[in-house]
């Protein structure tokens, strides 16, 4: 079965401090690969995702995520943090041949201190 | 020009209760999810309608019931309720095909008590 592991559970970080969480998934196949933000009271918002091409890819507000393939990774990267940053980072995956069942990593709360 | 809405927002509730959620996408997709989000934040999906038949129903109690009216709505009906259901339910929708990204609702946050 598949799983994606998020191995951070929780990130303190100070502005202008860089970011990279990490997400690991379980799967043999193509899948496609997600990054979820989830602002405190909001809902899930997408913040990139990776299909096929380009193992690096760009999201939105300053976000990219590298893929490699040999590794099963699909991590979370972010040059220089805001306090703005501040929520929970889901990572997800999605089989290529399947239904269109996505299965969430356990997430990661960040914190950015001013 | 809220893209997928759901209702109510918050509910809180006895043990034994029936209660709905509604869900409502104004996106044009095919496909709505249902998804769980206990309190250590986990999400799980639930079920998984496409034009108004099931795909996906993962091992959910069966006191759990989506009903999808139209392509546009995705209700969830629990009967029974108890306190594990106490948890924050996300509605989903997309286009067919595994290539196309999954659009959240704002939630409903659900507290048996």
């Known amino acids: 079965a598949q799983s994606v592991s998020q191995h951070n559970h929780h990130v303190i970080l100070s502005e202008a401090a860089s970011l990279e969480l990490g997400c690991n998934y379980s799967y043999g196949g193509t899948v496609n690969l997600f990054w979820y933000v989830q602002y405190p009271g909001q809902h899930l918002q997408l913040l990139l995702k990776y299909f096929s091409g380009d193992p690096l890819v760009k999201g939105i507000k300053g976000f990219e995520a590298e893929f490699i393939k040999s590794k099963f990774s699909f991590n979370l990267r972010k040059p220089s943090v805001q306090w703005s940053d501040t929520a929970e980072y889901f990572c997800a995956v999605k089989s290529a041949g399947g239904y269109n069942k996505l299965i969430f990593g356990a997430g990661t709360r960040l914190a950015v201190h001013p | 020009d809220t893209a997928v809405s759901q209702t109510p927002k918050y509910l809180v509730t006895q043990m034994g209760n029936d209660k709905s959620i509604k869900c409502e996408q104004n996106?044009?997709?095919?496909?709505m999810y249902w998804y769980k989000q206990d309190s250590k934040k986990f999400l799980k999906i639930m079920f998984s309608y496409n034009n108004k038949e099931l795909i996906i129903n993962e091992t959910v109690p069966n006191r759990f019931s989506p009903k999808s009216p139209d392509k546009a709505h995705l209700n969830l009906h629990i009967n029974s309720l108890e306190l594990g259901d106490s948890a924050v339910y996300f509605c989903a929708s997309s286009q067919a095909g595994v290539k196309e990204t999954q659009y959240f609702g704002p939630g409903t946050r659900l507290l048996v008590l």
């Open positions: 996106l044009g997709h095919d496909t």
